[in-house]
């Protein structure tokens, strides 16, 4: 069955459509589980308060990397393997490309580094389709107003720039599985109107 993981800066609104998707593809009588990461298992979810809570120590930029990781590796062997076996489609709020955005572009870490720990910790798995869900910067940090900022949304404008161009560069590098959804100015009813006639265009529905 696919796996389909959903991208994009903070704010971008690529929960919105995996929930969205979830939905549609009930209706048409699919298994589907939405996921996410960090924190999609139960050991993910206690990673997830140490990756994104603004007290305490932060973790260095290495270890923010192995902690993602450490999270993906559970997240994969212990819940997307499985649910694929039996026959579920998994939309995954985040995977891999998050890490190469984040830490790679975000932190500076060497993206040679962070794509070998993105192999090993998925033991091989990769999407059958990125949904890349794209705004600018401004729009994203307008649509947080007034939420609680997690550690990653208190970082500078600089850093969600980064991120940004990262995942654009990664789409046009794996354009094959890519796909680019401007969010800037689509309703979600639009934008789930363009990712299902992408999944027929590809076989997938
Ligand atoms: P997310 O749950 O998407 O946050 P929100 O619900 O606020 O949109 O992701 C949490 C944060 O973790 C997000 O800022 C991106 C960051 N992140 C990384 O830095 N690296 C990773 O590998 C992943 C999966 C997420």
């Known amino acids: 069955m696919p796996f389909i993981t959903f991208e994009g800066i903070d704010g971008s609104g690529k929960s919105s459509l ?12 699919y298994k589907v589980q939405q996921t996410q990461e960090p924190g999609g298992t139960a050991l993910g979810l206690e990673l997830r308060q140490l990756l994104l809570r603004t ?14 990781e450490a999270d993906r590796a559970q997240h994969v062997n212990t819940k997307i393997k499985p649910l694929l076996k039996n026959n579920f489609w998994v939309l995954s709020d985040r995977f891999y490309h998050s890490s190469l955005a984040f830490q790679g572009a975000g932190r500076d870490l060497k993206i040679q580094d962070v794509m070998w720990l993105n192999q090993f910790a998925a033991g091989g798995l990769s999407p059958d389709l990125v949904v890349l869900v794209d705004c600018p910067v401004d729009v994203s940090f307008a649509r947080r107003a007034g939420r609680v900022a997690d550690r990653f949304e208190k970082e500078k404008r600089e850093f969600h720039e980064k991120v940004r161009n ?40």
């Open 18 to 29: 995996a929930k969205l998707l979830a939905k549609e593809l009930e209706k048409r009588g």
């Open 55 to 68: 007290s305490g120590e932060p973790p260095c930029p290495e270890a923010e990397l192995l902690i993602y």
């Open 166 to 205: 990262q995942y654009l560069k990664l789409a046009k590098d794996e354009s094959d599985i890519f796909l680019i959804l401007e969010s800037e100015k689509k309703s979600l009813d639009s934008l789930l109107k363009e990712l299902i006639d992408e999944l027929n265009k590809r076989g997938l529905l």
